[in-house]
C-alpha cells in the first residue's frame, strides 16, 4: 500500500473529504502507522461501517492541536502514543476524545505469538500451527525485555534531568550483537550498559551526581508497574528485535511497513481493549474525555 504524505493542514482536510464515506474520523500522530491503524481498527468494527481513511497529521502536538480546534457534533477519536510519559507518569487530560495509549506507542500492541505463528505458517507453507513456535522459543525472543525496561528508565529520567539528550532515538542497534549468520543478534547485556552509563554521566554533568541518583530512583519506584511489553518502544525496539527473529525461524526478509501489517491482521486484540471501547463509544455518538 502506498502512503502519500500530506502537510498537518492538508490532512486535517481529509476528514472533511470522507466524512460522508465513513462512521468515524481517525487521527493519528504518524503516516508510518497509518495501513496497520487502518487494519486493526478495522478489525475492531462488527457490521458493514468500516473505516475508509486513517489520517496522519504528522506529530503529536498536530494531533492535540485539532483535537482542540475540533467540533467533537461529529464522531472523530484522536490517537496518540504513550511514549516516556509512561515512566513519568504523564497523561494528557480533560480533551474530549483523546485516546492514549497505556504502552509506549501502537507498534507495542504488535507482538504478539499468536500473530508470528501466523507469519511462520504462512511463510513455510508446510509447517502446522502448533509446531511452528514453541512457549521456550517465544520466551528465549523476548528474554531481553526486562533489561531494555531499565534503559528506558534511564531514558525517562534524562528527560527530566537533560532534555536535550538523544535516547530513544539511539534504536536497537545500539544494543544488538550479531551472533552469526544463521542467528538472530541479541540484545547485548553489555551495551546496554554502556549506553546506560553514557547518558547517566552526561546527566551527571548537567545536574550533578546525587540529583541525578535522585531523579532515576524516583522514576525506577513510580515505573514499576509498567510491563515491559509496554514500556519500551515497539517501534525503535521491540519490532525490530522481533524482525531478527522471525527472519531466522525463516520467514524471509520483508519491510518494516509490511512486517506491521501482517501483525496487524492477525495479533491478539484483547490488549487493544480500551481503544477498541473508545472507537465504538465514540462511532455511537458519545464523547469521552482524557485522563
Known amino acids: 500500500m502506498s502512503i502519500l504524505s500530506w502537510s498537518s493542514a492538508a490532512s486535517k482536510s481529509l476528514g472533511l473529504l470522507y466524512r460522508e464515506l465513513q462512521p468515524i474520523e481517525v487521527y493519528v500522530e504518524d503516516s508510518n502507522s497509518e495501513a496497520f491503524y487502518f487494519e486493526l481498527l478495522n478489525r475492531m468494527i462488527d457490521g458493514e461501517k468500516k473505516i475508509r481513511k486513517v489520517i496522519p497529521l504528522n506529530g503529536r502536538k498536530n494531533v492535540l492541536d485539532h483535537c482542540d480546534d475540533f467540533d467533537h457534533r461529529t464522531p472523530a477519536l484522536f490517537i496518540i502514543d504513550g511514549d516516556l510519559d ?13 485516546f492514549q495509549h497505556r504502552a509506549y506507542c501502537i507498534e507495542n500492541y504488535l507482538i504478539c505469538k499468536d500473530a508470528v505463528v501466523e507469519l511462520i505458517v ?5 509447517i502446522l500451527r502448533e509446531h511452528a513456535l514453541t512457549d521456550s522459543e517465544w520466551d528465549s525472543a523476548l528474554d531481553s525485555i526486562g533489561a531494555l525496561k531499565n534503559l528506558f528508565v ?3 529520567a534524562a528527560r527530566i534531568a537533560n532534555s536535550e539528550l538523544r535516547t530513544v532515538s539511539h ?3 545500539s544494543v544488538i550483537t550479531q551472533q552469526g549468520k544463521k542467528k538472530p543478534p541479541t540484545v547485548d547485556l553489555a551495551k546496554i550498559a554502556a549506553l546506560e552509563g553514557l547518558i547517566a554521566q552526561a546527566c551527571v554533568d548537567k545536574v550533578g551526581e546525587d540529583e541525578w541518583r535522585r531523579i532515576r530512583s524516583k522514576i525506577e519506584i513510580d515505573s514499576a508497574g509498567v510491563d515491559a511489553l509496554d514500556g519500551v518502544s515497539g517501534k525503535d525496539f521491540l519490532l525490530p528485535i522481533l524482525d531478527h527473529f522471525i527472519r531466522s525461524k525463516g520467514c524471509g526478509t520483508t519491510n518494516t511497513g509490511s512486517l506491521m ?3 496487524a491482521k492477525y495479533c491478539k486484540l484483547d490488549r487493544l481493549a480500551d481503544l477498541k471501547r473508545s472507537l465504538l463509544e465514540v462511532m455511537e455518538g458519545r464523547s469521552f474525555i482524557s485522563g
Open 86 to 98: 509512561l515512566f513519568l507518569g504523564l497523561r494528557e487530560e480533560g480533551k474530549t476524545n483523546l
Open 122 to 126: 504462512e511463510a513455510s507453507g508446510t
Open 154 to 156: 534511564t531514558f525517562a
Open 171 to 173: 534504536g536497537h542497534s
Open 261 to 263: 501489517f501482517k501483525l
